[in-house]
């Protein structure tokens, strides 16, 4: 059975409902399916961890939005991995570069290693189905992905999210809406 949608929350304080201006009254909180979309479409995604002295770690990283889970991947010696095998909570941020338009998201939560085969599978599916002649083409800049995760020398991280923040820009009306999982 489908988990449901999060209850997004509209937080006035950084909304257009708190600055009065044209189409303000109209600020509303982004609706969760809205939001996987994003999470769905995104390229790119930034992936921030701790490091064991309390910095931040932030790495740019593929991921695949599946399910209501976020995954994505590391080499099992880089930085970011050996964070998560320390402390597994991480927030993965991704939107757009502009001022007055799109949606950024992030995505807070654990991050666990998938190691069962079949699981690996449909990540890898998901993988290519979304990044297509990227991973699939010999050309492509990640060719052999899809091997790395079979072989582990790339380690898979699942993140389901335990709360999410999406900040919109459309048209001078800015959001920020919160969902609790």
Not at 28 to 54: C, K, M, Q, Y
Not at 102 to 122: F, M, N, S, W
Request: aromatic share 10%.
């Amino acid at each position: 059975m489908p988990t449901p949608d999060p209850t997004p929350e509209l937080d006035a304080r950084y909304s257009s409902a708190l600055h009065p201006r044209p189409g303000a009254e109209n600020a509303t909180p982004t609706p969760w399916p809205e939001a996987e979309r994003h999470l769905a479409d995104a390229e790119i995604f930034w992936v921030s961890t701790v490091r064991p002295d309390g910095r931040l770690h932030v790495t740019p990283v593929l991921a695949a939005w599946r399910d209501g889970v976020l995954y994505f991947s590391t080499g099992p010696e880089e930085q970011k991995a050996k964070n998560l095998a320390r402390d597994a909570h991480c927030a993965l941020t991704t939107g757009r570069n502009s001022l007055t338009e799109g949606l950024d998201l992030i995505v807070e939560g654990r991050a666990e290693q998938v190691t069962d085969p079949a699981k690996v599978e449909e990540v890898i599916a998901a993988y290519e189905a979304k990044y297509g002649a990227h991973i699939t083409s010999p050309e492509g800049t990640f060719f052999g992905i899809g091997d790395a995760f079979r072989t582990g020398r790339a380690v898979v991280f699942a993140v389901e999210p335990d709360t999410a923040y999406g900040f919109g820009r459309e048209g001078g009306l800015f959001t920020h809406t919160r969902w609790a999982f």
